[in-house]
């Protein structure tokens, strides 16, 4: 990772944590091992874009060497013809060709030895890596076990609470319960020395004194009716003078 993405990795972390501060550490454990993969694969890419730089420098030395081989024949051919001007011109294409392989030489070996550094950092991170995902599985597992624990805790508190409820719920119950028992007991031994109607009368004391003295009037008034009417008849049947 580019120094430029460290940074934004780094700002998007504390911004992450300012903006959630309960935020779900599994989460963040597996972002941040998303993130050394990441790493990895930029390693790796690199490994490889050395390699092939190499590779395309040996092929080029390889080519100059077959040159070099080729103006060294042409050399001894010239010098054996008594050409020493041709002989001259081979060698000294001869001798640049030779002093390109002495550079490319050293740029492989630079190369070299950076692949051999890009490699071991690459099997450093990936051991690394693989370290930081055992610890981050048994972190997870941690926190999803005391998670789990802070849920049953809390349920059990919840039920506490409502184990109370009901209790108060169930003593209310259990108490008009006990009282509609005792209603029916007293109902029924009532109903059997016969005293239920007088208990069951609608009205108090005044009302049903008021309800006697109405019948009473009414009683009296039918009693004056009927001796009109028995005092008429007799004087119907009395013998005129």
Known sequence: MSLLGRLAFTIRSKLSALINRTSDPASELDYSYEQLRDELQNVTRAVADVTTQKKRLEIHRRRLRENVETYDGQARAAMRQDRED????????????????TELSEQISNLQATQDQLVGKRVELSSQIEQ??????????RYEAAEASARVSEAFTGVGTTLDDVGRTMERATERTERMEARAAALEELAETGQ???????????????????????????????????????????PAD
Not at 132 to 141: D, M, S, Y
Not at 215 to 222: D, F, G, L, P
Request: charge should be negative; hydrophobic fraction near 30%.
């Open 132 to 141: 930081f995902r055992t610890r981050k599985e048994t972190v997870k597992a």
């Open 86 to 101: 041709l002989a001259r011109r081979a060698v000294e294409k001869k001798q640049a060709h030779v002093s390109q392989i």
């Open 196 to 238: 239920l109607e007088n208990v069951l009368e609608e009205g108090d004391d005044i009302d049903r004194e008021l309800d006697r003295l109405s019948t009473e009037r009414s009683v009296e008034n039918e009693l004056d009716t009927l001796r009109t009417e028995l005092a008429g008849e007799e004087r119907a049947t009395e």
